[in-house]
């Protein structure tokens, strides 16, 4: 059966009329979903008892199942669902001073097979559904430690914009007053850089976060890091995001992962700082982490720091990401399917 939080207010309201019930009981229905975390039709006091029974008869409440939830000692806590169709995904809460991030997934598994990602290994099993991203969002507000959730960033298990449609239907429920009501500008899109993504994205009139994921400054070794460059390469993909910068009028954040012997010498840098010469964005280094069996190693910290100061000595804003729930295999690219019955390489 189909999730309720699939529908927006709309199309709930056309569902609900079509039954013969009043417009308003929509808005009620949202209410009770996005701000008093209902899991029962039946708990919906306000609403006819006809129309909960109609509810219930036609949608579900919740379509992922929470099959293990680990706690890293700097309090990040990664939750692992399973979902209707035995498919496994991941979310991260992720608590700092003054915010809660929360880092859900937009797919089961994922095409692109960036070299140094755990959670690409297995190849995409199949797009989540928009009650499967809200869904997320809405576990990790109401059951983390935290008990909240202030920022999201959509750098889960898999590609955001090769699921472009549902992706956006629910990033406009999470932000929709009536919806979750996190605000856009807290809501981060992170591509491996799908360039028709981009340009269609520019066009939503959306104030949301765009990161893209370059990791390299000249196409040979981002070939080697990221296969989706041989189809989108540089030049067109830097082209693209200066264009998306001019239509929104939004800063664009590139992340780079600084991997030993691969992208983190003082030449990358220096071929770095050229690329993005004049250009209004921020560079986010991450130090790599280390993800089984795919020999991606983390330089120095002593290669880090020249890295870093060799950008910002030549005008480009840089900062240095920390790493959260290490021990937990919850840091960026660790999201492993590890409950994955058909997982290629346990
Ligand atoms: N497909 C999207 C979102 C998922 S990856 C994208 O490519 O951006 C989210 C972030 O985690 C990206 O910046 C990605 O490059 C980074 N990441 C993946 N594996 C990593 C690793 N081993 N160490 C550090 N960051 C990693």
New binding site residues.
């Given amino acids: 059966m189909a999730d309720i939080k699939n529908l927006n207010l709309k199309e709930l309201e056309t569902v609900i009329t079509s039954w013969g019930f009043p417009r308003f009981c929509a808005g009620q229905v949202f209410d009770w979903v996005y701000k008093k975390s209902a899991v029962d039709f039946s708990q919906m006091s306000n609403l006819p008892l006809d129309l909960r029974k109609r509810l219930a008869e036609n949608y579900v409440l919740s379509c992922l199942e929470l099959v293990k939830k680990q706690q890293s000692k700097d309090k990040t806590e990664k939750f692992l669902f399973e979902l209707a169709d035995k498919n496994f995904i991941e979310a991260v809460s992720i608590p700092a001073k003054d915010r809660v991030t929360g880092c859900i997934s937009s797919q089961a598994g ?1 095409k ?1 097979a ?1 070299r ?2 755990a959670s690409g290994q297995l190849g995409l099993r199949r797009n989540l559904e928009v009650a499967e991203i809200i869904e997320q969002a809405l576990y990790l507000k109401n059951y983390s430690a935290a008990k909240k959730l202030t920022h999201i960033v ?2 889960g298990t ?3 914009l090769d699921n472009y449609d549902n992706v956006l239907a629910a990033i406009r429920l999470i932000n929709a007053k009536d919806g979750m009501g996190i605000g856009a500008r807290r809501i981060t899109i ?3 850089g799908i360039i028709p993504g981009i340009e269609k994205l520019a066009q939503e009139k959306l104030q949301i976060e765009l ?1 893209v ?1 370059l ?1 390299a400054a000249d196409n040979a070794t981002r070939d080697k890091l990221m296969p989706v460059n041989k189809k989108y390469p540089l030049e067109q993909l830097l082209r693209c995001c200066r264009d998306y910068v001019k239509k929104t009028n939004r800063q664009v954040t590139f ?1 780079y ?1 600084l991997v030993k012997d691969i992208n983190s010498g003082l030449p990358d840098a220096r071929r770095l700082a050229i690329m993005l010469a004049g250009f209004d964005c921020k560079v986010n280094l ?1 130090p ?2 280390p ?1 089984r069996n795919l020999g ?1 190693l983390a330089p120095p910290a002593g290669a880090v720091k020249v890295f870093q100061n060799a950008l910002s000595q030549s005008g480009v804003k840089v900062t240095l990401r920390q790493a959260r729930g290490e021990d937990i295999d919850a840091a ?2 660790q999201l492993r399917l590890k409950y994955e019955p058909r997982c290629k390489s346990e």
Avoid: R
């Fill in positions: 994922c692109f960036c140094f990602c959509f750098m898999g590609e955001p992170s591509t491996c990161s994921s990791h992340e992962i991450i790599a982490n993800a991606i960026c690219g």
